[in-house]
């Protein structure tokens, strides 16, 4: 793979990325999220980085830093992450959805600190919308490439997944293996099939999953 990289295979592309979880407030101090690290969406950044792409990385709240190189947007809510995401996608030839997106928004936020006197909070959630298929779906789509995190059924979701959202090439992993490790174990589905990888450091698999997604390009 190192030979792989000398030959700079994402140059001259602008390659947009999520990552890490999104934050989604329940009142000024509290909110709800999930237990993304944003290792595995970071590791993608730097991997198109190598690869000689230009490279901006939307990222939910994470206690990583900025990879170098990396234009970074940070964000918090899904809903940032969206308008984000849509503003950018226009000048990219490559969209990397590796964000854990909260699906759903709360819909009565209190613009103030929620006092434990007060009556017993009745959290409202609505949806928020889907980052990856909307992109997907638009008329001058970018190469699209999408996670599924499952605690089960891993392959038979992520076919599902893919066919659902539309995009070319999706990356499954297990959420007890992925989230927050230095290691992952994937396996990559695509129109020829599934390609399982074995377990390795996060940076490896997703210099793996660069030089599979420049195949397809
Ligand atoms: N995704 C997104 N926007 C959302 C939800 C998910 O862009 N609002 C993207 C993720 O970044 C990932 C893919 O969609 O690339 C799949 O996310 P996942 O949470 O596994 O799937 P969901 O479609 O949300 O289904 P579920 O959570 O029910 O498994
Ligand atoms: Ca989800």
């Known amino acids: 793979l190192n030979g792989f990289f000398d030959k700079k295979?994402?140059?001259?592309?602008?390659?947009?990325?999520?990552?890490?979880?999104?934050?989604?407030?329940?009142?000024?101090?509290?909110?709800?999220t999930n237990i993304s690290s944003g290792k595995m969406g970071y590791a993608l950044a730097r991997a198109c980085r190598d690869a000689g792409a230009e490279v901006t990385l939307v990222s939910g709240p994470t206690a990583l830093a900025a990879p170098l190189g990396v234009r970074l947007l940070p964000v918090q809510s899904a809903g940032e992450m969206y308008q984000a995401v849509l503003s950018e996608v226009g000048r990219s030839q490559v969209f990397i959805s590796v964000a854990a997106v909260a699906d759903y928004r709360v819909k009565n936020r209190s613009e103030h600190k929620i006092k434990k006197g007060d009556a017993l909070p009745v959290i409202e959630l609505e949806e928020n919308p889907d980052i990856l298929a909307t992109v997907a779906s638009l008329p001058a789509a970018p190469f699209c490439v999408g996670f599924a995190a499952e605690s089960q059924n891993l392959l038979q979701f992520a076919d599902s997944k893919r066919r659902k959202k539309k995009v070319p090439l999706l990356v499954a992993n297990l959420v007890q293996q992925a989230m927050g490790s230095d290691v992952n174990e994937v396996t990559l589905l695509d129109d020829a099939g599934q390609h399982p990888l074995p377990a390795m450091a996060k940076a490896e698999v997703a210099r793996a999953i660069v030089a599979h997604l420049a195949r397809l390009l």
């Open 9 to 32: 295979v994402l140059a001259g592309k602008r390659v947009l990325l999520t990552a890490g979880p999104t934050y989604e407030a329940i009142d000024t101090v509290r909110g709800i």
